[in-house]
């Protein structure tokens, strides 16, 4: 009671008038700007370096929560570049020989907080072409004989189908062959019966036995990364070129590596994107169909993707008549092309009368090719295979080099197939003339630059037509 009555004293006196009534805060309205008052959390910046194929380097100072895609629109905006939607961030491990795309999702601080101080890792900034090519062509990333469907599915499902199954959170397809794995703490390599099922990866105790007894488990995916051997048999000693291995996110060294490789490029394909899908489903999607969003007539698995900016671009149009109009006929294409190249020879000629002569313009002529992009001096076998790899196996992926085996010749190396192809381009003398060929003569182009431009239009003698060409960007 003597506590009561001592509150209502106190509620007896009364109040002092504010006499700031301006600053008083309603319980329904604030009227201090939430951005005048200090922020609780303040984003934290840090510096990152990243390469460029020629070993280049840029230092950016960016957010702690930043991802892979908005560093590669950061660098496309800096230094100008066409956004083709390809450009990617990639993480190498010097010291082991690997490498991975990182995910467009992915936080760059957190790839780098997985690193060794030791190691020189490097985060290097290219194109990588076949980033989302499974969602344009499943077919050839997911052949018939490595996958299979639960029982209650329709055995002839169509690949698009096989992708839902894949985002899907119910039935998931079946990816099974067989890869070689390293035994753990031995140098030797054991070619077992793998299986990939939603629980993880498994290999079989029992030849190709699929029974739950005769599986063991190999690995699961939420707590590791994947990667691609870039050194192929020089570290680890496998028995092929087509490794890969899971990284644990906290791995001590190269012990805690579980190392795979396969027979062939197609199989490595095939396993690699099966467990990117599994790993991050719908995400990956999402990142594939950010560049779409808000363009009408977009729907999941159905888009019509973008050309490729040398598609948009290199179309063979006669400008003769009072309408131009594309050339689709390759004969005529190819007749208009050699007659331009020769008037453009002969008008070059005449603007180097004061300083040159025509032979000095025909020796520019073989050299002119040097300062394109898609030509790569005087680089190896191995190194052109490397370059395309890395900007990713799609069919069309291409550059020019010069030949080891011959030093008057060229190399013109082409991705298809998931496979690596190089095609010999003979120099060819005719009354005088020099010109270029990859069919023995049968189509002759007056310079290398003629004969790209030609193929890029034209597939001719080749396996497809020349699409994205590897190129040394510099930062």
């Known amino acids: 009671n003597r506590r009561k009555k001592k509150d209502d ?5 009364p109040s002092i008038p504010n006499p700031f009534p301006e600053l008083c805060c309603s319980p329904f309205a604030s009227v201090l700007s939430a951005s005048l008052l200090p922020k609780a959390t303040s984003r ?24 892979a895609r908005d560093v590669c629109q950061l660098l496309i905006l800096k230094n100008h570049y066409i956004d083709d939607h390809s450009w990617t961030l990639f993480e190498q491990l010097t010291h082991t020989g690997l490498g991975r795309a990182i995910e467009d999702h992915e936080l760059v601080m957190e790839v780098q907080s997985n690193w060794v101080m030791e190691e020189e890792n490097k985060l290097y900034f290219r194109k990588n072409y076949a980033k989302y090519e499974f969602f344009k062509n499943p077919l050839i990333f997911f052949p018939d004989h490595m996958i299979s469907f639960p029982s209650e599915t329709n055995a002839a499902l169509s690949h698009s189908g096989i992708l839902q199954m894949f985002l899907s959170s119910g039935t998931y397809p079946e990816i099974h062959g067989y890869l070689h794995a390293k035994e753990p703490g031995k140098k030797s390599w054991k070619k077992l019966y793998f299986l990939l099922r939603r629980s993880g990866l498994y290999f079989s105790t029992k030849g190709t036995s699929k029974e739950p007894r005769h599986l063991q488990f190999f690995c699961e995916f939420s707590n590791s990364d994947m990667y691609m051997s870039l050194t192929g048999k020089k570290i680890s000693g496998a028995p092929t070129n087509y490794g890969f291995c899971f990284k644990p996110n906290k791995s001590g060294g190269t012990r805690d590596l579980k190392q795979l490789c396969a027979d062939d490029e197609q199989s490595r394909t095939c396993w690699m994107t099966a467990i990117r899908l599994l790993k991050y489903g719908m995400q990956l999607y999402q990142n594939y169909m ?8 977009c729907s999941p698995l159905n888009i019509t993707p973008m050309r ?3 598609e948009n671009s290199l179309v063979a149009m006669d400008f003769s008549g009072h309408r131009s109009r594309i050339i689709e006929n390759p004969t005529e294409a190819l007749s208009v092309a050699v007659e331009e190249g020769l008037a453009w ?6 603007r180097l009368n004061s300083h040159g002569s025509p032979i000095a313009m025909s020796n520019m002529g073989m050299s002119i090719h040097r300062s394109q992009s898609w030509f790569h001096h005087k680089i190896s076998r191995e190194e052109a295979q490397r370059l395309i790899l890395q900007h990713g196996l799609v069919d069309g992926v291409f550059l020019v080099r010069d030949s080891q085996s011959n030093p008057k010749t060229f190399v013109l190396s082409l991705s298809h197939g998931l496979k690596i192809k190089h095609f010999q381009i003979v120099p060819l003398e005719d009354d005088g003339k020099l010109f270029y060929t990859l069919d023995d003569g049968h189509t002759r182009f007056t310079d290398l630059i003629q004969l790209v431009e030609f193929y890029q239009l034209n597939k001719g003698v080749l396996p497809c037509k020349l699409k994205h060409y590897c190129a040394r960007i510099a930062l």
């Open 44 to 67: 934290k910046k840090q510096v990152i370096k990243v390469y460029s194929e020629d070993d280049t380097s840029r230092a950016l100072e960016v957010p702690s929560d930043i991802t």
């Open 9 to 13: 004293n106190i509620l007896e006196i």
């Open 345 to 350: 020879r002969r008008r070059g000629c005449l």
């Open 308 to 310: 490729s900016i040398s």
């Open 290 to 297: 950010q560049p779409y969003q808000g363009r009408s007539g």
